[in-house]
């Protein structure tokens, strides 16, 4: 598969929604770049999703998927420069020592492209950590980006996270649904 190209961006604010939760990076993708994607998805061999498994989420939408560490080594480029150094995941022995620090080192050669139709959705769900079958790399988090977004008219399909607290009504933390925008979240 050949990927739309993309261009490295130069002083994208990275902007925390959720400590070391959410981020994210607003036109990460120009417009233009945006609608090449949109384009290069509608001429995939999109498969509408499978009825839920036991245990899984309510899901319904079309997707493709490939590996690419081509294109992951791309995604990785054009985010990282503008993302903050990140504490160990809590399961990490050296999150036993105080203040350690690191900067993303890749992102996942499984790469998933979502399209949704009006009342298409995803429901309520976690993402799990996976291993990357290819540099064997384990993930700490979840890169969306959308292609389209409210400028495009599109109404719902925000990604909503429930942040709760014991003994607190339960928070609902909805980021902005914008084109081109990079949302990571673990």
């Given at each position: 598969i050949q990927f739309p190209?993309?261009?490295?961006?130069?002083?994208?604010?990275?902007?925390?929604?959720?400590?070391?939760?959410?981020?994210?990076l607003d036109d990460l993708m120009s417009?233009?770049?945006?609608?090449?994607?949109?384009?290069?998805?509608d001429n995939l061999?999109?498969?509408?999703?499978?009825?839920?498994?036991?245990?899984?989420?309510?899901?319904?939408?079309?997707?493709?998927?490939?590996t690419s560490e081509t294109f992951a080594e791309r995604l990785h480029a054009l985010?990282?420069?503008?993302?903050p150094s990140f504490p160990y995941p809590q399961s990490s022995k050296r999150r036993e020592i105080d203040g350690l620090l690191r900067l993303p080192h890749s992102c996942n050669s499984n790469i998933r492209m979502y399209k949704y139709?009006?009342?298409?959705?995803?429901?309520?769900?976690?993402?799990?950590?996976?291993c990357d079958t290819k540099t064997g790399t384990r993930s700490e988090w979840t890169l969306l980006i959308y292609l389209t977004g409210t400028e495009d008219g599109v109404e719902g399909g925000e990604t909503i996270f429930y942040k709760n607290q014991r003994g607190k009504a339960q928070e609902i933390i909805t980021p902005p649904l914008r084109r081109g925008t990079a949302l990571l979240h673990r």
């Open positions: 190209p993309l261009r490295q961006k130069e002083y994208l604010k990275c902007t925390t929604i959720l400590e070391d939760q959410i981020l994210v417009p233009d770049e945006c609608k090449l994607f949109v384009k290069f998805i061999p999109l498969e509408l999703t499978p009825p839920k498994k036991k245990g899984e989420a309510e899901r319904v939408n079309y997707r493709f998927s490939t985010i990282a420069p503008h993302l139709t009006p009342s298409q959705h995803f429901g309520p769900h976690y993402d799990d950590a996976i």
